[in-house]
């Protein structure tokens, strides 16, 4: 069996967490890096040091992790802001990433879970690195209803999360493969993956 190298993505409320969960459950080795950031503005993370030296003592607190409010906040005022962020954790991220994705077995297919792999670009590192892409898609109503009803935020949050992410058509030209998680139950889900899963062992 081929090893592959799967790039997973979709957007807020898609169900892209539950599908790399159902993947991992398949024999999957993981890497994810939404993970991978939260643990590096962490307490102590890797990145607090670089964050405090371009952006001040002030945007991190007490116990030694990004102050997330006040870079948010900072980030609103300030274009420039996210760019520079970005510049810090990305390296970070892909070195992490490389790291964890060294663990998996031989024969082991690698899942890459990049919530902004379309926004990332047609040249990015996470384009190189995967053999086939994955997109988890669901109509932006439903993301929302999703998203509204695990987390409690009002809508008008919900939508500007969406509009800061990469725009349906453009996620989908990305695809190599697309489950749609549209009305489906759990079990239906699970098996659109399996359905998957068998294809990529047997190097399709």
Do not use: C
Request: glycine share 8%; hydrophobic share 45%.
């Amino acid at each position: 069996m081929q090893r592959l190298s799967i790039g997973l993505t979709g957007g807020i409320g898609s169900g892209k967490s539950t599908v790399s969960q159902m993947l991992t459950e398949l024999g999957a080795h993981l890497v994810d890096t939404d993970a991978i950031s939260r643990s590096l503005t962490a307490p102590r993370g890797a990145a607090i040091p670089l964050i405090a030296q371009h952006f001040g003592e002030h945007l991190i607190t007490p116990d030694g992790a990004m102050d997330r409010a006040r870079m948010r906040e900072l980030a609103f005022s300030d274009a420039g802001t996210m760019a520079r962020l970005e510049g810090i954790l990305h390296p970070l991220i892909q070195q992490h990433a490389a790291a964890q994705a060294g663990l998996a077995l031989p024969d082991q297919h690698i899942v890459y879970d990049v919530p902004l792999l379309a926004e990332a670009g047609p040249h990015s590192h996470w384009r190189q690195r995967v053999d086939r892409i994955l997109v988890i898609d669901a109509e932006p109503e439903t993301q929302i209803a999703r998203v509204m009803l695990r987390s409690g935020w009002p809508r008008e949050a919900v939508e500007a999360v969406l509009a800061k992410q990469a725009q349906r058509e453009t996620r989908l030209a990305l695809a190599d493969h697309v489950i749609v998680n549209e009305g489906l139950s759990l079990q239906q889900l699970r098996n659109e993956v399996e359905k998957l899963w068998q294809l990529w062992n047997n190097g399709h």
